[in-house]
């Protein structure tokens, strides 16, 4: 019985039954693309010789095979050279038809079998030859003998000119290179000498590299400039060393509190880190002046550290100024501070290292500003605290900074005259119970250097 339901004339193109056979094409179509990619990944060949290796594309025939290994190891013509790969690494056809551990390349057909199926193998070269020498290097580029230089000189203040020349070197020195094969490259500040002299021209330069190539070369620095910015840009830091004199032996901790504003840069013995701003210190200390570091299992006769300042707040004008400094000659300044050391009790012996410490960094100025830091400034900087009570803090904290020969007749009336006249022991908060024996006392100083 025939029926126009039967075929699908009647059937729109996008109906539900077009879209499935579109899809099934598409599958079919990238599962085509996937066999080709197989099919175009290349293979890798490993050719290993005693202790060297190296990774080539696996060749697809023995004679190919041989031909690579052999242009690798370079063997003389009488050497022994064979080829064999691990059944670990063979196809698993050839590794099922031999029971060593190796399956040795003795042409085509054993070369097929062990590559069928594999992505990848591993051939290893049985010869009595040497070791593939190294791949020689390059030849060095040739000597630069000759080349054009342009200078811009500036005369005198707004005239300018250029002076072409061709430079050549004398005796075919290479131009390019130092005597240690350096390249000379890039830009250089320095001096330029052009000498005339009858018949005579001479172009002599002597400079230095320029490492950072932003730098302008219109930018020109003097030595003396150049001291003066490394002093400048040199962080400012406080060396402080802190003694400890203990009637009988006993345990105590010194934790060191340092203000946000300051940075603790060091510290010896390394203390024990509580946070960020905080320090601490467990010691046995005995009556000599001993202490006893536990966690460095040291014993010293005193602790040292050193903090920076931050350096927005650092100005030397302000911190040590004619109102509430004094300045004299480096000659005068040492004399002069060793009998104020002694006003405030300490020690010869303590005095001298205080100076010793210190001598380097006075005698690198000709005049010399200071002043002493009063406690409760200090302990705004660096509080200590110790568990042991009661206890006499004597804490001494010099700043001191250099003055050229202009900048002393700033301290007119502040100069050694008036300094002696200073009660210091007021300042720095001295007291009597300093020196006695049967206290627990602590001695603290410290020095800071301002620019």
Same mark, same amino acid.
């Given at each position: 019985?025939? !029926?126009?339901?039967?075929?699908?004339? &009647?059937?729109? !193109?996008? !109906?539900?039954?077009?879209?499935?056979?579109?899809?099934?094409?598409?599958? &079919?179509?990238?599962?085509?693309?996937?066999?080709?990619?197989?099919?175009?990944?290349?293979?890798?060949?490993?050719?290993?010789?005693?202790?060297?290796?190296?990774?080539?594309?696996?060749?697809?025939?023995?004679?190919?095979?041989?031909? *690579?290994?052999?242009?690798?190891?370079?063997?003389?013509?009488?050497?022994?050279?064979?080829? %064999?790969?691990?059944?670990?690494?063979?196809?698993?056809?050839?590794?099922?038809?031999?029971?060593?551990?190796?399956?040795?390349?003795?042409?085509?057909?054993?070369?097929?079998?062990?590559?069928?199926?594999?992505?990848?193998?591993?051939?290893?070269?049985?010869?009595?030859?040497?070791?593939?020498?190294?791949?020689?290097?390059?030849?060095?580029?040739?000597?630069?003998?000759?080349?054009?230089?342009?200078?811009?000189?500036?005369?005198?203040?707004? $005239?300018?000119?250029?002076?072409?020349?061709?430079?050549?070197?004398?005796?075919?020195?290479?131009?390019? /290179?130092?005597?240690?094969?350096?390249?000379?490259?890039? $830009?250089?500040?320095?001096?330029?000498?052009?000498?005339?002299?009858?018949?005579?021209?001479?172009?002599?330069?002597?400079?230095? %590299?320029?490492?950072?190539?932003?730098?302008?070369?219109?930018?020109?620095?003097?030595? /003396?400039?150049?001291?003066?910015?490394?002093?400048?840009?040199?962080?400012?830091?406080?060396?402080?060393?802190?003694?400890?004199?203990?009637?009988?032996?006993?345990?105590?901790?010194?934790?060191? !509190?340092?203000?946000?504003?300051?940075?603790?840069?060091?510290?010896?013995?390394?203390?024990?880190?509580?946070?960020?701003?905080?320090?601490?210190?467990?010691? %046995?200390?005995?009556?000599?002046?001993?202490?006893?570091?536990?966690?460095?299992?040291?014993?010293?006769? &005193?602790?040292?550290?050193?903090?920076?300042?931050?350096?927005?707040?650092?100005?030397?004008?302000?911190?040590?100024?004619? %109102?509430?400094?004094?300045?004299?000659?480096?000659?005068?300044?040492?004399?002069?501070?060793?009998?104020?050391?002694?006003?405030?009790?300490?020690?010869?012996?303590?005095?001298?290292?205080?100076?010793?410490?210190?001598?380097?960094?006075?005698?690198?100025?000709?005049?010399?500003?200071?002043?002493?830091?009063?406690?409760?400034?200090?302990?705004?900087?660096?509080?200590?605290?110790?568990?042991?009570?009661?206890?006499?803090?004597?804490?001494?904290?010099?700043?001191?900074?250099?003055?050229?020969?202009?900048? *002393?007749?700033?301290?007119?009336?502040?100069?050694?005259?008036?300094?002696?006249?200073?009660?210091?022991?007021?300042?720095?908060?001295?007291?009597?119970?300093?020196?006695?024996?049967?206290?627990?006392?602590?001695?603290?100083? &410290?020095?800071?250097?301002?620019?």
């Amino acid at each position: 019985m025939f !029926s126009r339901r039967s075929t699908s004339a &009647s059937l729109p !193109s996008q !109906s539900f039954w077009g879209k499935l056979r579109k899809k099934g094409d598409k599958e &079919s179509e990238f599962r085509e693309r996937q066999a080709q990619m197989a099919l175009a990944r290349q293979r890798l060949l490993t050719l290993a010789y005693e202790e060297m290796e190296t990774v080539r594309v696996l060749p697809n025939s023995f004679p190919e095979l041989e031909a *690579v290994a052999r242009d690798w190891t370079k063997p003389p013509p009488d050497a022994v050279f064979g080829l %064999r790969v691990p059944v670990e690494f063979a196809s698993l056809h050839a590794s099922r038809l031999v029971s060593g551990p190796y399956i040795y390349l003795t042409g085509e057909d054993s070369y097929q079998i062990a590559i069928m199926g594999v992505q990848g193998l591993r051939v290893e070269i049985v010869s009595d030859a040497p070791p593939p020498p190294d791949e020689p290097p390059p030849p060095p580029p040739p000597p630069v003998t000759e080349m054009p230089a342009t200078f811009n000189l500036e005369l005198v203040p707004g $005239q300018h000119i250029a002076l072409e020349t061709t430079v050549t070197s004398a005796e075919d020195v290479d131009m390019a /290179r130092m005597e240690d094969g350096t390249v000379v490259d890039g $830009q250089f500040w320095g001096k330029l000498n052009i000498v005339h002299s009858g018949d005579t021209h001479t172009v002599d330069f002597t400079g230095t %590299r320029m490492v950072n190539p932003d730098i302008s070369p219109d930018l020109l620095i003097d030595s /003396r400039v150049i001291t003066r910015l490394t002093t400048a840009t040199k962080a400012a830091s406080v060396k402080c060393h802190l003694s400890i004199l203990a009637p009988a032996q006993q345990y105590c901790d010194v934790i060191l !509190s340092i203000n946000p504003l300051w940075k603790l840069a060091l510290t010896w013995p390394p203390a024990e880190s509580i946070n960020e701003h905080k320090v601490k210190y467990f010691l %046995r200390v005995h009556p000599g002046g001993a202490l006893e570091h536990f966690e460095s299992e040291m014993v010293a006769t &005193s602790l040292y550290y050193e903090a920076i300042p931050d350096p927005a707040m650092v100005d030397p004008n302000d911190f040590i100024a004619p %109102r509430n400094g004094y300045a004299m000659t480096f000659q005068d300044f040492v004399p002069h501070l060793m009998s104020v050391l002694d006003q405030l009790g300490m020690s010869m012996h303590a005095r001298t290292n205080f100076i010793n410490n210190n001598v380097s960094a006075f005698a690198a100025h000709k005049n010399i500003a200071y002043r002493f830091l009063s406690p409760s400034k200090i302990a705004a900087a660096i509080d200590i605290s110790v568990t042991a009570d009661p206890c006499i803090f004597t804490r001494l904290f010099l700043i001191f900074r250099g003055l050229s020969d202009d900048d *002393v007749g700033m301290f007119a009336g502040a100069g050694e005259k008036e300094a002696n006249s200073v009660n210091w022991r007021e300042i720095v908060g001295w007291s009597e119970n300093s020196k006695d024996t049967t206290q627990f006392r602590l001695l603290e100083t &410290s020095v800071l250097e301002v620019t």
